[in-house]
C-alpha cells in the first residue's frame, strides 16, 4: 500500500510539512491519497515518468530526471600527486577543512540544475541554505572529505565525498567559470578515485540531473554507467 512518509529533517529544516512517496515501475497512482494530503509539499520520486493526464489530476510538476552513476574502482591503492599543471599554472590538490566564500560560491554553481532551485515556489532561499548546510555538514564527518584545486592559492574547482552504506560516493563538485575545459575537473574526478580506494570500496556513485548535458558527458566519458534513474515531482499543497 503506497504511503506519504513524513521527511521529518526537510520539515524542521525548511519550516513546513514535507513527505516523500515513491513510485516503484507499474504502480498505479492513487490519485485520492494525493489530494487529501495534509502535507504542504510532497515530494513524488517516480521509476517512471507519469503521464500528463495523471499530473492534471492532483497537479504536480517535473522539477528533476536523476540520474545515478557508477564507476568499478580498482582496490589497489593508487598514489596520485598532490599537485599538476594547467598551461604554465601549477595546480595543488589539497583538503579543505573550512568554510569560504570562494568555496561556497562553487558549492552554488554546483547545484544549478537542482530541482530546489529550479522550482519557484522555493522563495525563502531554501537552495542557498540547503547547500551550505550540506557542505557544512560534510566537512565536519570524520568519514568525509572535501578536495579543493587550487592555482596560486586560488580555488578553482572542488569535489566533497562521502561514504553511503560503504559505497564512495560524489556530494557536489564543481569547477570555477574560469577554469572550466582546462581539466580541472578530471582531476578532482582522479582525488574521487583516491578517496574510494583509501575507504577499500569497489565503486564510486554520483547523483546529476539529465538536462545537465556538460555533466552528463562527462560521467560517460570518464568510465562511469548509469546505475538508477527517477524522476522527481513536486506537489505543492500550500506556498511557501
Not at 509539499?41 to 530526471?65: C, G, R, T
Request: net charge neutral; charged share 25%.
Amino acid at each position: 500500500m503506497l504511503q506519504i512518509q513524513r521527511l521529518d529533517w526537510d520539515t524542521n529544516f525548511f519550516g513546513y510539512k514535507i513527505g516523500k512517496l515513491h513510485l516503484p515501475k507499474e504502480t498505479i497512482i492513487n490519485t485520492e491519497l494525493l489530494n487529501s494530503t495534509d502535507f504542504d509539499l510532497v515530494y513524488i520520486f517516480s521509476e517512471q515518468i507519469i503521464d500528463d493526464e495523471h499530473l492534471k489530476s492532483f497537479n504536480a510538476n517535473l522539477y528533476d530526471i536523476k540520474i545515478e552513476f557508477i564507476k568499478n574502482i580498482k582496490t589497489s591503492l593508487e598514489v596520485l600527486p598532490q599537485s599538476d599543471t594547467i598551461g604554465n599554472h601549477e595546480v595543488e590538490i589539497k583538503k579543505i577543512t573550512e568554510l569560504s566564500d570562494n568555496l561556497l560560491y562553487l558549492v552554488l554553481e554546483s547545484g544549478i540544475y537542482s530541482r530546489f532551485k529550479l522550482d519557484k515556489n522555493f522563495i525563502n532561499k531554501e537552495f542557498e541554505r540547503l547547500y551550505k548546510a550540506w557542505i557544512e555538514k560534510t566537512l565536519i564527518d570524520k568519514e568525509a572529505e572535501v578536495i579543493g584545486a587550487y592555482i596560486n592559492n586560488d580555488l578553482i574547482g572542488f569535489v566533497s565525498m562521502s561514504l553511503k552504506a560503504g559505497v564512495a560516493d560524489i556530494g557536489l563538485i564543481a569547477v570555477h567559470p574560469k577554469a572550466r575545459g582546462k581539466h580541472v575537473g578530471k582531476r578532482l574526478l582522479q582525488a574521487s578515485y583516491s578517496y574510494a580506494q583509501k575507504h577499500q570500496s569497489k565503486a564510486l556513485t554520483v547523483v546529476t540531473q539529465e538536462n545537465n548535458n556538460q555533466a552528463m558527458q562527462f560521467y560517460q566519458n570518464n568510465g562511469f554507467i548509469v546505475n538508477h534513474k527517477n524522476y522527481i515531482y513536486h506537489l505543492w499543497k500550500k506556498t511557501c
